[in-house]
């Protein structure tokens, strides 16, 4: 029988656990004609999310765990995830329910069996199609970036794209060969191509513990994602740069002819002032952009691992 990996990256999501065995389980159990194994990935908890896994490993022969020696991001144990993975077809879906493990069966269907037409997928995404119950705010600027993203990038990312999705072994496969460090995998996942279905849901709240992801690990975590999949923001400088340059001699140009005329050469100092102000901040933001690509450079070049396995069964 073909089998299915269920790759569940987990931080500090001990009271999360149990409901989603208890749920993962039960869909299993619907698919009768395939095998399934359930790689716990611990991205450095610190609570007792370790000693759940283990003890779900000790009853549940088809639990698989992998422990980091630290936190070292989701991506990080996504990636772990994906290169223990054994099985023929392979979804990735988080610990806290948001990502219903109900809608299994279907996105399988669509791998397998292809949709009403017999077009079969080599993955099937989900995204949410409502952010019901986010602050307003997180939500606005959610919606800011990915219109921004597929403004200045050629990979599409999906408004509301989870990283719960189900994917054959061609796809996991083609994904172990991005060797990159800094990973954004919902650029990732687009980058790679393929034929991929996606499936809308409404927003579901945690069943248990809390978020992990604060506003400003958010927005940290976007300008990951534009420094990886676009070179706009070092175009924008570059231009910013030039125009600047021409706006400058064009201000002198008017200074020379000005004290010519009217001979006033030491007016105008306050936007003197205000002016060289601006033109400076906006070198430190062009400097700051510049910086941040380097900074992935730096650390690419450093070739250290992505992840350090402490423990794994």
């Not at 002016?275 to 992935?296: D, E, N, R, T």
Request: glycine fraction near 8%.
């Amino acid at each position: 029988m073909k089998l299915i990996t269920a790759i569940v990256p987990c931080y500090n999501e001990q009271e999360a656990l149990p409901f989603f065995y208890d749920e993962i389980t039960r869909v299993a159990a619907g698919l009768p004609d395939y095998n399934f194994e359930f790689l716990f990935v611990d991205d450095g908890s610190s609570d007792g999310t370790m000693e759940v896994i283990r003890g779900l490993a000790g009853k549940d022969e088809r639990v698989r765990y992998v422990s980091f020696s630290r936190n070292f991001g989701k991506e990080a144990a996504m990636l772990a995830g994906l290169t223990e993975a054994k099985g023929d077809f392979v979804a990735v879906m988080d610990a806290d329910l948001q990502d219903p493990p109900s809608l299994l069966p279907e996105m399988l269907s669509y791998v397998v069996e292809g949709d009403e037409t017999g077009r079969r997928y080599e993955s099937v995404a989900t995204r949410r199609v409502t952010r019901k119950g986010e602050p307003v705010i997180r939500s606005f600027f959610a919606r800011m970036f990915y219109r921004l993203i597929n403004h200045i990038s050629k990979t599409e990312i999906v408004d509301g794209a989870r990283d719960f999705r189900l994917m054959s072994r061609l796809f996991v496969d083609s994904l172990l060969k991005l060797g990159e460090y800094n990973r954004f995998s919902k650029g990732l996942f687009s980058w790679v191509g393929f034929d991929t279905k996606w499936l809308e849901y409404e927003n579901i709240e945690r069943v248990a513990g809390e978020t992990k992801w604060s506003f400003f690990r958010l927005l940290l975590y976007s300008f990951e994602g534009i420094v990886a999949f676009s070179t706009a923001p070092l175009a924008l400088s570059s231009v910013a740069g030039f125009l600047f340059c021409v706006v400058a001699f064009i201000a002198l140009a008017v200074i020379v002819v000005k004290t010519l005329v009217w001979g006033d050469p030491v007016g105008g100092w306050p936007s003197l002032a205000c002016i060289l102000l601006f033109s400076a901040g906006v070198q430190l933001l062009c400097m700051g952009i510049l910086g941040q690509y380097l900074s992935k450079t730096y650390l690419e070049v450093k070739n250290r691992p992505v992840y350090i396995i402490k423990e794994k069964k």
